[in-house]
């Protein structure tokens, strides 16, 4: 069965969304980021926060979270409402800040995505992403692996470059 795409407004995360984003931290994660934690993000320069906000409702259908370091991006929540998923939301997230990457001219995305999350897996895959590394019981409640998975552009530029 084909899922349908939902449809999502992206816009920059502000303190309207902390309490909805600070309960599907609750629903998503073992170890959810706090309301504060995610209210010092706000204020953090170096931090992008992302809500899809559902067409039909305006509610917080998902959320995703960027640091940037230099020329260096570094994802840092991905979470969609269990009732959202396999719509295209994250999908649509992930665009956003892989479309800032190239247009800031960042070096790299990276992230850490649980081994057995094997559907996030094969969309960071299908957004060119790949696995270059494991970090050890990197997560809690259940303790799991973490697949580190990396977009490098300056080999996307160059083969724009290059040209036919």
């Known amino acids: 069965m084909e899922h349908l795409k939902k449809k999502v407004r992206i816009v920059p995360m502000t303190d309207e969304h902390l309490d909805a984003v600070a309960e599907l931290e609750r629903q998503c994660f073992t170890v959810p980021w706090s309301r504060r934690m995610l209210s010092e993000e706000l204020e953090n320069d170096c931090a992008a926060l992302l809500v899809a906000l559902d067409e039909a409702d305006g509610s917080v259908a998902g959320y995703a979270g960027l640091l940037v370091v230099a020329d260096e991006g570094y994802i840092t929540n991905v979470a969609v409402r269990p009732e959202c998923r396999r719509a295209g939301v994250a999908s649509q997230l ?11 001219r960042l070096a790299f995305l990276t992230l850490e995505v649980r081994a057995s999350n094997y559907g996030a897996i094969a969309l960071y895959g299908s957004r060119g992403f790949r696995g270059v590394g494991r970090r050890k019981n990197y997560y809690e409640h259940p303790k799991e692996d973490a697949i580190i998975m990396t977009r490098e552009f300056a080999a996307d530029e160059d083969a724009i470059a290059d040209g036919p």
């Open 94 to 104: 992930l665009d956003v800040f892989v479309r800032f990457a190239q247009g800031n």
